[in-house]
């Protein structure tokens, strides 16, 4: 009688089968990846945003070293805001030194292109030809300066000075129809943390007076003499980040903006009781 092999001998000469995912398995798989990107790509966007905006707070900061080392190399006073024909954008020239070697700061990280024609902001390259002089919440604005770097090009920046701070000569009654009186003119001032020096702009600077009226919606443009609406958007989160007299740097809402003391004449009560906010800054 003939032995029958063994189950041990059966398999030795013949290969294992394969093991692998049932398609049921695969499913699940797939089911657990989807959730878990769905819910960490929300959380890396906002991390991402987060990281962006604390750069510009830090640029902020180095911005107020800038005009620190200015004042105090230069009588204690802020520079006159006539030593060029736009005064909004004096600064430019009277910092350059200051900014010259590190010109990043003169961008907010969500704000590095160019904004396009239109009512509402569209985004367009550095050296579009359609690109427009002002900007907007994610887009820089242009200056008069040709761009060292690329004299094709000019200087862009993010950023815009409170003009309040200037310093004209005595014989200059008003710059751009702001009368000089009310300018700050030097760092001592009575509410250093809550009178704005330098921030989020969609413009070189801007003269803000207590009856400015907001913007319909965010990034409307109205022309260079809506002085408060240079600053009044939202770039960050809903509002923008705010270098003070005193050195600190804030996120402010847009419609708190109404609340700070931009000059020496400034009515803080105003907004609460005559203006209308709209409803992107609610």
Known sequence: ????????????????????????????????????????????????????????????????????????????????????????????????????????????????????????????????????????PSTAWASPLPDPSNPALPVISSYGVNVWVYNPPGDVSNIQGRPSAWNWRKFLVPQPANTPLFLDAMWRGGGPNDTDQPAAFNGEWNGVEAEMQHFAMARHAKGVNVLFFDGSVRYARARDLWNFYWHNHYDVTYAAKNIQFPTWMQ
């Open 1 to 136: 009688m003939t032995a029958t092999p063994s189950q041990g001998a059966l398999w030795a000469g013949t290969a294992r089968p394969a093991a692998g995912f049932t398609l049921a398995e695969l499913l699940v798989v797939i089911t657990v990846i989807a959730i878990l990107a769905a819910l960490l790509l929300p959380a890396l966007g906002r991390a991402k945003l987060q990281a962006l905006d604390t750069q510009c707070k830090s640029n902020l900061h180095q911005w107020a070293v800038a005009w620190e080392d200015y004042v105090d190399n230069n009588g204690n006073s802020f520079s006159t805001g006539t030593s060029v024909g736009w005064a909004r954008g004096e600064w430019l020239v009277t910092l350059e030194a200051y900014y010259g070697k590190k010109p990043d700061l003169l961008l907010c990280p969500r704000a590095t292109l160019r904004r396009g024609p239109g009512d509402h902001e569209t985004q367009v390259s550095l050296n579009s030809p359609n690109a427009v002089d002002y900007g907007g």
